[in-house]
């Protein structure tokens, strides 16, 4: 598996409000860390049974991390750097992970450290064709009357293959070494 994390926090980078919600009444973030039974809300959980389990364990309580949001796609579109798996379809998705610990939300070193150690061990697992992708970005967080500066990092997952099942379950598997991944550096923190 391709792994690889950037750092993103210039003026035009994406970035995150904390809480969040899109405008009437649309999607909104669920706290998945104190309300795991929300997880059946969330649309994306609905459709694809492998991110509902990722959501679960990584918003375990045992967990030093929880989720913020969530999309999942499918693409027959190729960047030039996605030419070496030679596939015609991609499955796709992203989560936005935050510390649990409301103080390492705003430890870039903390954030860095995470990215660093999850593709470091993400390159030694089996040579499979997916990719992931830690973004280290800008959040601001909301509590009671201020607005705090922070970090978030944006998780992409990529599994290619020759038709949309194929890259489905290529996805499914980079997605368990992911979990995987997280579960072995939340047990080292503990």
Same mark, same amino acid.
């Given at each position: 598996?391709?792994?690889?994390?950037?750092?993103?926090?210039?003026?035009?980078?994406?970035?995150?409000?904390?809480?969040?919600?899109?405008?009437?009444?649309?999607?909104?973030?669920?706290?998945?860390?104190?309300?795991?039974?929300?997880? +059946?809300?969330? @649309?994306?959980?609905?459709? *694809? &049974?492998? %991110?509902?389990?990722?959501?679960?364990?990584?918003?375990? $309580?045992?967990?030093?991390?929880?989720?913020?949001?969530?999309?999942?796609?499918?693409?027959?579109?190729?960047?030039?750097?996605?030419?070496?798996?030679?596939?015609?379809?991609?499955?796709?998705?992203?989560?936005?992970?935050?510390?649990?610990?409301?103080?390492?939300?705003?430890?870039?070193?903390?954030?860095?450290?995470?990215?660093?150690?999850?593709?470091?061990?993400?390159? +030694?697992?089996? @040579?499979?064709?997916?990719? *992931? &992708?830690? %973004?280290?970005?800008?959040?601001?967080?909301?509590?009671? $009357?201020?607005?705090?500066?922070?970090?978030?990092?944006?998780?992409?997952?990529?599994?290619?293959?020759?038709?949309?099942?194929?890259?489905?379950?290529?996805?499914?598997?980079?997605?368990?070494?992911?979990?995987?991944?997280?579960?072995?550096?939340?047990?080292?923190?503990?």
């Amino acid at each position: 598996m391709q792994a690889d994390f950037a750092v993103e926090l210039g003026a035009d980078d994406e970035t995150l409000e904390m809480p969040w919600a899109a405008e009437s009444g649309g999607p909104r973030y669920y706290d998945l860390k104190h309300h795991p039974e929300m997880v +059946r809300d969330l @649309e994306e959980a609905q459709s *694809a &049974e492998e %991110l509902r389990g990722f959501l679960c364990a990584v918003n375990s $309580a045992t967990g030093v991390l929880e989720t913020a949001k969530c999309d999942i796609w499918e693409s027959t579109e190729m960047n030039p750097e996605e030419e070496i798996f030679g596939s015609a379809h991609k499955f796709c998705c992203y989560v936005d992970l935050l510390f649990s610990d409301v103080d390492s939300r705003f430890s870039f070193p903390q954030h860095e450290q995470l990215a660093k150690r999850l593709t470091q061990l993400l390159q +030694r697992v089996p @040579e499979i064709p997916a990719a *992931a &992708e830690f %973004l280290i970005r800008r959040c601001y967080y909301h509590a009671e $009357a201020e607005i705090r500066d922070g970090f978030y990092v944006t998780f992409y997952l990529f599994g290619y293959g020759d038709d949309e099942l194929q890259s489905r379950q290529r996805w499914a598997i980079a997605l368990k070494l992911v979990q995987n991944a997280i579960r072995q550096l939340s047990a080292a923190s503990c």
